[in-house]
Nanobody
Framework: QVQLVESGGGLVQAGGSLRLSCAASGRTFSTYAVGWFRQAPGKEREFVAAISRGGTRTAYGDSVKGRFTVSRENAKNTVYLQMNSLKPEDTAVYYC???????????????WGQGTQVTVSS
């Protein structure tokens, strides 16, 4: 079992940056791929980024490519999402999720965090 806790959300102006963290419990965290997803009010959940268990493979949603970077430090049981050049349309609750398999699909992830709010003002 893996428990995930996101942090780092907040209010930022358009063009600014934030770094989200996803801290995991459990000594087997390095065996899990991690995905980031977001959901804005009234919208469907959207894939943001994913990273493989060893960090050698990453994937990004089209709307964040070139602006967001996902990374991980397995020694710290933590995955990061560096978000640059933020836009108002990036406003959403951001969730991290973990599963044994690397995937851009939310339905493939077994463990989820509680989410952290990111608000980008224009």
């Amino acid at each position: 079992q893996v428990q995930l806790v996101e942090s780092g959300g907040g209010l930022v102006q358009a063009g600014g940056s934030l770094r989200l963290s996803c801290a995991a419990s459990g000594r087997t965290f390095s065996t899990y791929a991690v995905g980031w997803f977001r959901q804005a009010p009234g919208k469907e959940r959207e894939f943001v980024a994913a990273i493989s268990r060893g960090g050698t493979r990453t994937a990004y949603g089209d709307s964040v490519k070139g602006r967001f970077t996902v990374s991980r430090e397995n020694a710290k049981n933590t995955v990061y999402l560096q978000m640059n050049s933020l836009k108002p349309e990036d406003t959403a609750v951001y969730y991290c999720a973990a599963d044994l398999n690397f995937s851009p699909r939310g339905v493939d992830y077994l463990y989820w965090g509680q989410g952290t709010q990111v608000t980008v003002s224009s």
